[in-house]
């Protein structure tokens, strides 16, 4: 089972933005699609963004689309999400997983990280 980290998350004003990294430490890590959710206080776990195997094509949820890019470095075994525009609604854990394409966007991953915290606040 591949083992995912995320790093960069932080506390920032709103309009800010932050970087966020998952790294994964797996030989077959381009073998993955890729994902992230989040969870905010007392709220259900929320789809963010994914990306395939390849790289090439990202998915959004409507919530983030046009404010957030994710993108993957299969070299580096690194994965990013680029979050700009930040709203106090985004505000909440971000967990990375991994795991086939379909299940993942479903929230279905073979592996998560631990989670890191974003807060979107003056």
């Known amino acids: 089972q591949m083992q995912l980290v995320e790093s960069g998350g932080g506390q920032v004003p709103p309009g800010g933005s932050l970087r966020l990294s998952c790294s994964a430490s797996?030989?077959?890590?381009?073998?993955?699609?890729l994902v992230w959710f989040r969870q905010a206080p007392e709220k259900e776990r929320e789809f963010v963004a994914a990306?395939?195997?390849?790289?090439?094509?990202?998915y959004y949820s409507n919530s983030v689309k046009g404010r957030f890019t994710i993108s993957r470095d299969n070299a580096q075994n690194n994965m990013i999400l680029q979050m700009d525009r930040l709203k106090p609604e985004d505000t909440a854990v971000y967990y990375c997983?991994?795991?086939?394409?379909?299940?993942?966007?479903?929230?279905?991953?073979?592996?998560w990280g631990q989670g890191i915290q974003v807060i979107v606040s003056s």
């Open positions: 797996a030989h077959n890590f381009s073998t993955y699609a």
């Open positions: 990306i395939n195997r390849a790289g090439t094509i990202p």
């Open positions: 997983g991994a795991g086939e394409l379909r299940s993942v966007i479903g929230g279905d991953a073979d592996s």
